[in-house]
């Protein structure tokens, strides 16, 4: 069964770099035809699309975010990582990592979510 | 990008009556890529429906999504207990991927 799991500081200063990286076990990343997702919400309120990353690298962001995301895979490790720069409050949210299991967009595996506090 | 609004914002019914819920985006989601999400407190979010009206993978009968274009619906046929959370719609039928505002189902 696949299983997703977050890892990261919990802790981040504003202005810093915000970095996360997901963890995934029953699955290849390098041989799967999905695309990685990373959600976030923030406390007491809805879910807000990051972006996505395919195995191959190519990457799918947030127009709202993308100036500062970056989602990267690396294949060796069976990880994909999340990083957000010049975080403010506003960035303050529970993320989520998730992958597809019909198609790609709706996600049926998550990890169990990382708050990050800045 | 494609604005999601779901209604109402709060539903108050018993066990056993039937839930329905409403999302309505503001351009057409193509090919019905629209998916409905069950979050409890302090879970992920829980996937129910794809393509707008297939069931997931254990997910019960009593679920069911229908709809088309811009309008979107998830009916609970009877409310069982467990199923009083929050519930999301979101549409992946062109990017970014977005999420309506979500619809409380509580007790009353």
């Known amino acids: 069964q696949l299983q997703l799991q977050e890892s990261g500081p919990g802790l981040v200063k504003p202005s810093e770099t915000l970095s996360l990286t997901c963890t995934v076990s029953g699955d290849s990343i390098s041989t799967s035809s999905y695309h990685w997702g990373w959600i976030r919400q923030p406390p007491g309120k809805g879910l807000e699309w990051i972006g996505s990353v395919y195995y191959s690298g190519s990457t799918d962001y947030n127009p709202s975010l993308k100036s500062r995301v970056t989602i990267s895979v690396d294949t060796s490790k069976n990880q994909f990582s999340l990083k957000l720069t010049s975080v403010t409050a506003a960035d303050t949210a529970v993320y989520y990592c998730a992958r597809p299991r019909y198609g790609s967009g709706s996600y049926f595996f998550w990890g169990q979510g990382t708050l990050v506090n800045v | 990008e494609i604005v999601l609004t779901q209604s109402p914002v709060t539903l108050s019914l018993s066990p056993g009556e039937r839930a329905t819920l409403s999302c309505r985006a503001s351009q057409r989601v193509s090919s019905s890529y629209l998916a409905w999400y069950q979050q409890k407190p302090g879970q992920a979010p829980r996937l129910l429906i794809y393509g707008a009206s297939i069931r997931a993978t254990g997910i019960p009968d009593r679920f069911s999504g229908s709809g088309s274009g811009t309008d979107f619906t998830l009916t609970i046929s009877r409310l069982e207990p467990e199923d009083f959370a929050v519930y999301y719609c979101?549409?992946?039928?062109?990017?970014?991927?977005?999420f309506g505002p979500g619809t409380k189902v509580d007790i009353k």
């Open positions: 979101q549409q992946y039928g062109s990017s970014p991927f977005t």
